[in-house]
């Protein structure tokens, strides 16, 4: 597998974060990845650090956002839209490495959260 920074996406993330309100997340402390070849069915996926490492490095949380590029880069804008508000929200407010799961991220608040983008885009 390829890495590669995603500063496109980086961008997108900060504008949807902005738009809607998102104003927990610190991006100081949220990358972002392209990666080639990875046999993931993913479209996107996000990684925190370790409780672990952040005791033994003497770091706070950080969170890599990885962007699968043979599936995220052929889908239209407002799908990747929707891909990145997914993974925004599963950064739990504390940013302190953990997740919310799938009970919170879910297809209707992406939805509804998108909708809400999209009228504030304007």
């Known amino acids: 597998m390829r890495y590669e920074p995603a500063p ?30 990875s046999k993931s069915r993913a479209i996107a996926r996000v990684s925190g650090l370790p409780r672990v490492f952040q005791i033994s490095l003497n770091v706070p949380a950080h ?20 891909v990145i508000i997914h993974e925004l929200l599963h950064i739990p407010k504390s940013m302190g490495g953990g997740y919310r799961h799938h009970d919170y991220v879910n ?11 999209k009228l504030r885009e304007k």
């Open 8 to 37: 496109d996406v980086e961008a997108l993330a900060k504008k949807i974060a902005h738009t809607l309100g998102m104003n927990w997340l610190d991006f100081d402390r949220i990358h972002f990845l392209r990666t080639h070849g």
């Open 63 to 82: 969170y890599v956002v990885e962007v699968i590029a043979e599936r995220y880069d052929r889908l239209g804008q407002g799908e990747k839209e929707k």
């Open 107 to 117: 297809r209707r608040r992406v939805e509804a959260l998108w909708g809400a983008y």
